[in-house]
């Protein structure tokens, strides 16, 4: 009786029977993609119903169940958005003896699968790594699906938005965007471009930056968006501030090169005697390489114009040429001034913090004169940035790269204050690559009478009184020593071209030192030593003769008549003994 019955019941219901009995999402589709069948679940989960034609329900899946109908693929297996619910669909060809006539789906509901997986330990322990972080990136992230919606935000990004994550999951963006949410989504483009997508948007009067990216599964199907978003409100500020302190830098490093360029006119590098024309073309030919160099002489020998020299011959002369006295800064301050400082690196810092010297000099030249009056804690700092090019500021903690190259000066005798341990052994010998030795005036008497020329000329010019010296005046003035070098020389032609009441300039207008090292006996017993054979004692006296004339008369024909020669031999004599250009 039994078998009986089995055999009255209809072979569809007893299939229906089976396929309810596995509480899965199942149904069935002729080979035109209509549903011929379906488990109970499957009616509940999907509202879809016997008949539905799954082109016009679902083209997303029936794209993938017309591939098995089509016997392009043998199985498929790929994510799905259905009803709201993301499932992972199997799709398998039914066949009647080896024909296709139809399609047979399962779908397992994602949410199903995470509970299953999430049983497994490994599972949950990568699981808790890649939450921790997600949620502790201080950049915004969220996960989209393929069609935009949004199905994890972490806590950066509702700081972002300020919004929870529960009015945001589940939402498409272009809901969001209808909203006013957002104004463009980055999610979206990408789901649709499918490509990685970077904007830059405003919300609530803050910048932010998103990069969207696209990830696809092994088939190239587009499964995820991955969103990252960081806001560049504050970044764009101090990109603001960093372009206000360029400007800054720049403005005072033209300022500082039209000044050179100034300083430069206004003086001139008079190099009559051998050691002092050696030392200028040592500095031309030095000028050409990027080596340190170290000006050596004493004070007012004029170690600053051959520095000026070297850089205005050098590759750099369009950037600037920074000088900096080491002796005249206080030891508390020399580090603050040559490496610059970040805001409270100190009391009385300013708040937006100070570039330094080093780096105002960037892609110039860094004239240290007096380097021997460097403190040794910044003579530490100067070895390290020779060493590798950094530059540190005070209260920072990265260093600078900067490129600048340094030239340095001093009075004292580096040797002495090595051995004395005042300064850097290392340091010394990193600076000391190319030494210039400038000489003092008193060795090399053979400038003293155009620099004197050159310098009343000059301030002549300044002060529209137009001077001359007499003969008496001159003598004195070659005699003189010149303990302050060049610097003392310009200051006394100065101060006779202001103060002396006639056009002419004799003895009571000197300064008293000069004319009391003039009225001496001896005063002029160096200029014939004894012994001097006659033919460079007879030179001497023409120069001497031609060197007062010079200074007498205002031109060479003035002179000869007075002499008594010819023009043409006064211009070559003046030429021979360099009293002239």
Not at 69 to 84: F, H, K, N
Not at 221 to 240: H, K, N, P, Y
Request: glycine share 6%; charged share 25%.
């Amino acid at each position: 009786m039994h078998n009986d019955l089995m055999k009255s019941l209809d072979p569809i219901l007893n299939i229906q029977s089976v396929v309810d009995a596995t509480d899965r999402n199942i149904l069935v589709t002729d080979i035109s993609g209509q549903v011929t069948l379906l488990s109970c679940r499957a009616q509940q989960s999907l509202d879809i119903t016997p008949g539905t034609r799954l082109e016009q329900e679902s083209p997303d899946f029936w794209e993938h169940v017309e591939q098995i109908l089509a016997g392009t693929l043998s199985s498929s297996e790929v994510p799905l958005q259905l009803g709201g619910c993301e499932y992972l669909v199997a799709v398998n060809p039914l066949r009647e003896e080896k024909t296709i006539v139809g399609a047979v789906c399962v779908l397992v509901d994602s949410g199903q699968l995470d509970i299953m997986t999430r049983r497994h330990p490994t599972f949950n322990t990568l699981s808790r790594e890649l939450d921790t972080i997600i949620d502790s990136s201080s950049d915004g992230l969220f996960v989209c699906d393929a069609k935009a919606n949004v199905i994890r935000m972490n806590p950066a990004s509702e700081k972002i938005h300020n919004v929870s994550a529960k009015g945001v999951v589940g939402r498409n963006m272009r809901d969001l965007i209808d909203e006013g949410f957002i104004d463009r989504s980055a999610a979206l483009e990408a789901s649709l471009n499918r490509e990685r997508v970077s904007l830059l948007q405003n919300k609530g009067g803050h910048k932010l930056i998103s990069i969207a990216t696209p990830v696809f599964d092994e088939r190239s199907e587009l499964i995820r968006v991955v969103v990252s978003e960081r806001d560049v409100t504050e970044i764009d500020a101090l990109q603001r501030e960093l372009e206000k302190q360029e400007a800054i830098k720049n403005s005072l490093r033209d300022q500082m090169l039209a000044m050179q360029q100034a300083e430069l006119e206004s003086q001139q590098i008079i190099a009559r005697s051998p050691q002092m024309a050696r030392a200028v073309h040592q500095a031309m030919r030095v000028s050409k390489a990027e080596s340190s160099v170290f000006i050596l002489g004493e004070s007012g020998v004029g170690k600053g114009l051959i520095a000026q020299l070297i850089h205005t011959n050098s590759s750099r002369a369009k950037q600037p040429l920074i000088k900096i006295n080491c002796g005249a800064i206080p030891e508390s301050l020399i580090e603050a001034e040559l490496f610059g400082y970040e805001k409270g690196a100190f009391t009385g810092a300013l708040a937006s913090g100070k570039p330094g010297q080093f780096e105002l000099a960037d892609g110039g030249i860094l004239f240290l004169d007096e380097i021997a009056e460097l403190p040794i804690g910044s003579q530490v700092k100067l070895l390290r940035f020779l060493e590798d090019g950094k530059m540190t500021r005070l209260g920072d903690t990265k260093g600078r790269n900067l490129d600048v190259r340094v030239l340095a000066a001093t009075h004292q005798d580096m040797d002495k204050m090595v051995d004395q341990g005042r300064f850097r052994l290392d340091l010394y010998y990193r600076l000391n690559v190319i030494p210039i030795q400038i000489p003092a005036l008193r060795d090399r008497s053979e400038c003293i009478i155009p620099l004197i020329h050159h310098y009343l000329e000059e301030f002549s010019k300044r002060t529209g009184n137009r001077k001359r010296l007499t003969r008496a005046a001159l003598d004195a003035l070659c005699s003189y020593s010149f303990p302050g070098n060049v610097r003392e020389l310009m200051n006394i032609c100065e101060r006779l071209v202001v103060m002396a009441e006639t056009d002419v300039v004799d003895l009571d207008d000197l300064p008293g030192q000069i004319g009391a090292v003039s009225s001496s006996p001896d005063s002029r017993s160096h200029l014939l030593p004894p012994g001097l054979p006659l033919k460079d004692a007879l030179e001497r006296v023409e120069k001497e003769i031609l060197t007062q004339a010079l200074c007498a008369h205002q031109s060479q024909m003035e002179i000869a008549e007075v002499l008594g020669v010819n023009q043409s031999t006064i211009a070559r004599k003046l030429k021979k003994y360099r009293l002239i250009s």
